[in-house]
């Protein structure tokens, strides 16, 4: 079964710590995505990937980084971790140019204290 | 930015109803598709529409492009339909799928 794998699914963290949120994906797809869920906000893309290091700035990159160095795994970097990137991240991925063939990790809700 | 509206927020269905989900567009968007986020957070796609109508067993989705929304239909629902809904489109065609605030739904026995 192929599937999106997100390393923690519950992360607490402190303020000021840099945080890493793994994804790897075993489809060989192309197209790595992170996004953020609050409630009421839906899903906003914060970096995607359009292959092995590259990257490209979502809707809300401020305060985040990413790291592609290889093709299954598509890294999400907190530089400094602070209490409003409380939230949920989902990371997915889909083959280039397959324009519906999203496949989505089950998250990792991540509480910054 | 196009902005997205989905209505209504939040649906408590008795088991076996039927209900319609709706997401207006202020502008004309590509590659609508919905998807069903279960109680567990997992994510799934249940249609690229972004035109006519599909279904899938009991569900169904409808997009009127000229018209600018969506529509799913959820006939005979069960329990497991439980979950938020959303709808999401790819503004143009950038790769940045971009989603509505979604629908919560709950279905009780």
């Known amino acids: 079964d192929v599937k999106v794998t997100q390393s923690s699914r519950y992360l607490v963290k402190r303020t000021g710590e840099k945080v890493f949120l793994e994804c790897v994906q075993d489809m060989d797809h192309e197209n790595m995505f992170w996004y953020r869920q609050d409630p009421g906000l839906g899903l906003r893309l914060i970096y995607f990937?359009?292959?092995?290091?590259?990257?490209e700035k979502g809707d809300i990159p401020e305060g985040y980084s990413v790291s592609r160095e290889k093709k299954e795994r598509f890294s999400l970097i907190l530089e400094s971790a602070s209490t409003n990137q409380t939230s949920m991240y989902l990371c997915?991925?889909?083959?280039?140019?397959?324009?519906?063939?999203?496949?989505f990790g089950s998250g990792t809700r991540l509480t910054v204290v | 930015g196009i902005q997205v509206e989905q209505s209504p927020p939040d649906l408590i269905l008795q088991e076996g109803a039927n209900s319609t989900l709706r997401c207006n567009f202020s502008d004309s968007v590509n590659n609508l598709q919905w998807f069903h986020q279960n109680p567990w957070g997992q994510l799934i796609n249940l249609f690229y529409i972004p035109s006519g109508t599909k279904q899938n067993g009991r569900l169904s989705a409808t997009t009127v492009a000229t018209e600018r929304y969506s529509l799913l239909y959820i006939s005979s629902s069960q329990t497991t339909d439980s979950g938020v809904y959303f709808c999401a489109f790819d503004q143009d065609s950038s790769y940045k799928l971009i989603f509505g605030s979604g629908t919560r739904l709950l279905v009780r026995p």
């Open positions: 990937s359009y292959d092995v290091k590259m990257k």
């Open positions: 997915a991925s889909r083959r280039q140019g397959n324009l519906y063939g999203y496949t």
